[in-house]
């Protein structure tokens, strides 16, 4: 599996003494051919459906996906890892500071590379590619959902690393009593009522 699907949403509790949340976030707007969908949207309304084969030898139109691998593959090893490491410094943490590192779910070779080079141990990466996929910007709570969905009552800190279009990534990080982590709830029901057809559907 490649791609899964899934949706999220996190509460935040205002609580009094409680420690900030620092985030760190960065983009390069150079990087925004890495992986995009040229046609539709605002941007390009009226792109063409005509297919071509691209020198990769696939048939695709403006309309798909397209995806310089080894570009976004080297984004991820050298500038997210450096950014986690800028987020130490900042947060005056390190490595042993985490119980969990809850890592955007791209592919098991990034994973591994980012692992490698900040020397993290692998116990603390829970994967979840080979259930879901890539299910893009949830990914992350889903594996934390996956991993303590049904852990209770235990302190732990987590660390949140982001990184895909634009191209754009990111880390925070949290500290959750694993009883506010609830199951994964799978669904194969479709809202067959949102999608519309023709305008006459208005």
């Not at 003494?17 to 390009?44: F, H, K, Q």
Request: proline residues 2%.
């Amino acid at each position: 599996m490649l791609i899964g699907e899934a949706s999220i949403a996190i509460l935040l509790e205002k609580e009094e003494g409680a420690l900030p949340i620092t985030s760190l976030m960065r983009s390069d707007g150079e990087g925004y051919r890495y992986l995009i969908v040229p046609g539709g949207g605002y941007r390009n309304l009226n792109a063409s459906h005509n297919e071509v084969v691209c020198t990769d030898g696939n048939v695709r139109s403006l309309h798909n996906s397209f995806m310089q691998g080894m570009s976004v593959f080297t984004f991820t090893i050298s500038d997210v890892p450096k950014a986690i490491k800028d987020y130490f410094e900042l947060t005056q943490t390190n490595v042993d500071s985490y119980d969990c590192f809850a890592f955007h779910q791209a592919n098991m070779l990034i994973l591994k590379q980012i692992t490698k080079k900040l020397k993290i141990p692998v116990e603390k990466i829970p994967v979840t590619l080979q259930k879901y996929g890539n299910t893009s910007g949830a990914s992350q709570i889903v594996t934390l959902c996956d991993t303590y969905g049904e852990v209770e009552n235990k302190i732990i800190k987590v660390m949140l690393i982001g990184f895909g279009v634009g191209i754009s990534w990111g880390v925070t990080s949290l500290t959750i009593n694993t009883s506010d982590i609830f199951s994964i709830i799978e669904d194969d029901s479709v809202f067959e009522e949102g999608i519309i057809n023709s305008v006459t559907e208005l």
